[in-house]
């Protein structure tokens, strides 16, 4: 199973940006798919997480602010993330699950210039 994560970038304070990751490699009825973040010299973060039937949860520190949604017949997650802040600049990470297990992105960089 392969996660290619892609949509990072350089961005203004109050910007916008859409990262999308596309499951690969015979993967098959997966269950949750979501965003987690790392910030330079801190923990990986729980960013954003959404079932196979819809249902989503947020980290406090973006609610409001980004969105995440899927595609389940393109095996694909998406995080929109909207008036962007420079405490959110860190790579993030997608991940998805099934009853095998879980796996992880790469990562892509986001970063956010005051």
């Known amino acids: 199973v392969q996660l290619q994560a892609s949509g990072g970038g350089l961005v203004q304070a109050g910007g916008s940006l859409r990262l999308s990751c596309t499951a690969s490699?015979?993967?098959?009825?997966?269950?949750?798919m979501g965003w987690y973040r790392q910030a330079p010299d801190k923990q990986r973060e729980f960013v954003a997480r959404?079932?196979?039937?819809?249902?989503?949860n947020y980290a406090g520190s973006v609610k409001g602010r980004f969105t995440i949604s899927r595609d389940n017949a393109k095996n694909t997650v998406y995080l929109q993330l909207n008036s962007l802040k420079p405490e959110d600049t860190a790579v993030y990470y997608c991940?998805?699950?099934?009853?095998?297990?879980?796996?992880w992105g790469q990562g892509t960089q986001v970063t956010v210039s005051s």
């Open positions: 991940r998805v699950d099934n009853v095998r297990g879980v796996w």
């Open positions: 959404i079932s196979n039937s819809g249902i989503t």
């Open positions: 490699g015979g993967i098959s009825s997966i269950s949750g």
